[in-house]
């Protein structure tokens, strides 16, 4: 049976896993443009609010990721085509966690002088991701072997949680070190 299009919409990041080479980065680099525009949204509330949207909105992308993966899966008949790239939006945005409250508040800062200190900031989020994304140490490369949408996806979020001590370690030791230049 056919996949849904809002399916096929969210399982290849809105088309960017169709772009070559590389279909995983730039998945991920729409998956941290997609992040950086709905931040503001979920800063508004202010206090416990926001940080539950914070918390929600990593927790909502997984579950869509496995839900439009099970499905276009299930059309395709491939087990994990690299088309589908909503995973790497569900890990990315586990590994931007931590820094969600100076992205949140910094945005509107981007391009104005000295804002390349948060693009800096996102980098480490970003890199931290891609590299556990891709080395895939223990229990990663493991984890794949669960059935449909949960195998695809449980990796990549598993990749985030890694990333998120690499990002607490490095992300203020970079904003320290780049406040000085």
């Known amino acids: 049976m056919p996949a849904p299009r809002w399916a096929w919409w969210v399982a290849t990041g809105l088309g960017s896993g169709r772009l070559r080479p590389a279909p995983g980065t730039w998945g991920s680099l729409a998956g941290l443009v997609f992040w950086c525009l709905i931040t503001p949204v979920l800063r ?8 539950l949207l914070f918390l929600a909105a990593p927790m909502g992308m997984t579950w869509l990721a496995v839900a439009a993966s099970d499905r276009v899966t299930a059309e395709t008949g491939h087990k994990d085509p690299g088309y589908v790239v909503a995973d790497e939006w569900a890990g990315l945005w586990i590994a931007l966690w931590p820094a969600r409250w100076e992205v949140a508040s910094g945005l509107p800062r981007l391009l104005q002088p000295g804002g390349w200190r948060l ?20 229990p990663i490369r493991q984890i794949q072997v669960l059935p449909g949408g949960a195998g695809i996806v449980a990796d990549d979020v598993v990749a985030g949680l890694y ?13 320290r070190l780049l406040s000085g230049i």
């Open 163 to 175: 990333a998120i001590p690499v990002v607490l370690l490095l992300h203020p030791a970079a904003a």
């Open 119 to 138: 693009a800096a900031s996102l980098a480490v989020p970003f890199l931290a991701f891609r590299l556990f994304d891709i080395w895939k140490p223990w």
């Open 44 to 51: 508004a509330p202010g206090g416990w609010g926001s940080e």
